[in-house]
Structures are given as C-alpha cells and as structure tokens.
C-alpha cells in the first residue's frame, strides 16, 4: 500500500515537474522545490490520514489483531460485575428455603394423633362386668304392681284398685282382702283368658263390709299356674273405714322384690344340690323362703335366709343359697322365693317364682 502511494507522489511529482520546465525555469524551479520540500508533511499528513483508515476498515485486522486485544480486556472487565446479579439470584434464593420451613408447622398435624388416646376410655368397659358380679343390673316392675291404693292407705267401700298386671297360666287374676283375724272380708276372680301372656292395666272397683268403724287389713293380688302353683303374689297393707272419705297415698316400692340370677328359667338341675343366685329388697324383716315345689304342690326342697336390706345406691342385697332336694327321676319344679307377714295379719306378703327341672 505503502508503495503505491509513493509511486503515485513520483508521478504527481513528474507530472508537475514536466510542466513547470515547458513554462519556464524560474518557476519550474520554484515548483519543483515546492514539490520536494513538502514531501516530508505530506507523508506526515498522509499517515495521519492512514492511521484513521484502518479503524474504519476491518481489513487490516490481520496486522491489528495485537492491538485490539489490549483493549478488550475493558470489556471483559465489564462483564465481570454481570456474575454479580448472578450473585442476587442466590441471595433471593435464600429466603425460599425459609418459606419451605413452614411445612414444619405441619407437625402441628401430627398433635392430630392425641385423640388416639381416647382408646382408653374403651377400657372402662372392663368396669362394666363389675355389675354382674356385685348383681347390681336396673330390677324390673312387679309382675303385679299395684299403683292404687298406697301403703295405709284409708278407704271406704267401695274404693278403686288399680294395677299394671298379667295374668296367670290360668289366665284369672285374683284379688283378696283379708281382714285382721286372716278371714276373707272380699275377694274378686277376674277373668282374662283372652290376654294371658300380656300385660295391661287393671281398674276394678272392690265392695266390702266390716262391723267396726275400722279396721287393718290387707289387700292381696295372686296369679297361678295351671297346677294352682302361685306365679306371684304382690299386696299392700290398708286401713279399712266403715263410714268416711278416701285417704289415697301413692305407691312407693314398684321393682320386683325378689330376682334370680341362677339357675336360669327351664334349666335342668341334677346331683341333689340347688345353687341359687339372685338378689333380693326383702319386704319386712322375716326370713327369705326358698322352695321346690312339684306339680302336685308337694314341696322337694326348701331352705330359709336371712337377707339383709339394701344399703347406700343399690335396690336390691345379693343372695346365694344352697336347696338340698330329693327326687325319683326327672321332675318339673316351681322355685318360689317368698317372705311371710310380720303384722297380725298372716300369710305371704310377697312371691316370685319360675319354672326349672331337677334330675337325680
């Protein structure tokens, strides 16, 4: 390139030169010594003017491949700060772990797992069978519970009786006043053969007559077998007035007074021993009366205990008692369990009875 400019100025410089000698030699002289001395500030010129020619024109890269590196380090160090967003980025990374933490919060879920401890409760179940070894189950009505008239109650003939009852094998229920020197003052059959093995209420309106102005008696309610066995026997004591009005006191004692636990209804029983279980609100303070007795009232065994009255919650005082009987072979019996009168009126006050067998 170099050498193409100078044989350009050689040219000029001839060409000039040629023309400076055809117009004379004073300014050809003057020409040709303008041409030569300013050679020197024309190739400083030329090369100012160059120098900016290849920062123009990539061509020359080949020979200026040293100098631009030097430069592009500045760049470079430009680009340095740029890993420092990069930097950010981990820094705004680092409070996402902190929110991943709030699932540990979720432990609170597993506070979740207390209510498995309400699985202890289910062992109170095994407090439950207690009542069952202490006979303390909720008693049942009286076969026969007379509602009206209450204990000492005062009435005058006629006067009303009521009753929730159910009547006997017979199907009769019957009703009994028995005066104070055990004579029958009034009695009653009712007849109920059409709803025997269901219970109802009884209404019935009882007549009497006495000689004194009053007088202590006992009204008595009884049911039988079809063999004239007693099924229960359920009474009240009143005060009978020949001439006055009605003095009614309300029921008081409604739970059957006497339940067995064993032996259960219809068992078979053998060896001669009866074990009996059951429990018993014994009436008045007489002894409790167990017996046997077979189809044709002939008793097989009895044995008589002394019970004594609830105390604290319970209704009723546990009983255990051990009947000695003798049969010949396989013999139906009524178990009764009774109580007789401590007042001058006599005879059983209260009974309850079911059927078993008794074998050899």
């Avoid at 699985?119 to 009505?141: L, M």
């Avoid at 005062?154 to 009547?167: H, L, Q, T, W």
């Avoid at 026997?233 to 009614?248: H, M, R, T």
């Avoid at 009436?283 to 008793?299: F, H, M, Q, T, Y």
């Amino acid at each position: 390139m170099d050498l193409r400019r100078m044989v350009g100025r050689w040219a000029v410089g001839a060409l000039l030169l040629g023309t400076a000698a055809l117009g004379g030699c004073a300014p050809a002289q003057e020409l040709l010594a303008y041409i030569i001395s300013p050679t020197p500030t024309v190739t400083a010129t030329a090369t100012v003017t160059e120098t900016a020619t290849p920062t123009a024109t990539p061509s020359p890269s080949p020979t200026d491949t040293p100098v631009p590196p030097t430069d592009t380090p500045i760049p470079t160090d430009t680009l340095t700060p740029s890993p420092q967003p990069s930097e950010t980025v981990t820094v705004t990374d680092g409070p996402s772990p902190t929110p991943t933490r709030s699932p540990t919060f979720t432990r609170t879920a597993t506070r979740t797992r207390w209510p498995t401890l309400t699985k202890a409760p289910t062992r109170t179940r095994t407090i439950t069978k207690t009542p069952t070894v202490t006979f303390t189950p909720t008693p049942p009505y009286e076969t026969l519970r007379i509602t009206r008239p209450g204990l000492f109650s005062k009435v005058s003939s006629p006067f009303r009786v009521e009753a929730m009852i159910k009547p006997g094998d017979d199907g009769y229920v019957n009703l009994r006043l028995i005066g104070e020197d055990a004579r029958t003052v009034s009695e009653a059959v009712l007849d109920y053969r059409a709803l025997i093995n269901r219970r109802f209420w009884l209404s019935h309106m009882m007549t009497f007559d006495i000689s004194a102005a009053a007088e202590t008696a006992r009204l008595e309610m009884r049911i039988n077998d079809t063999f004239g066995r007693a099924i229960s026997i359920s009474s009240v004591d009143l005060i009978l007035l020949k001439v006055g009005d009605n003095e009614i006191t309300p029921s008081v004692l409604d739970l059957e007074p006497y339940l067995f636990r064993y032996p259960y209804r219809d068992q078979e029983i053998k060896g001669g021993t009866l074990l009996v279980l059951g429990l018993a609100r014994p009436v008045n303070a007489k002894p409790v009366i167990l017996e046997l007795i077979d189809e044709s009232g002939r008793v097989v065994g009895s044995k008589e205990i002394t019970v004594e009255a609830p105390t604290g919650d319970l209704s009723h005082t546990p009983f255990q008692a051990d009947i000695p009987y003798q049969v010949d072979g396989r013999t139906p019996v009524r178990l009764s369990i009774r109580q007789e009168s401590d007042q001058r009126i006599p005879g059983t006050v209260a009974l309850s009875s079911m059927l078993i067998v008794l074998e050899p």
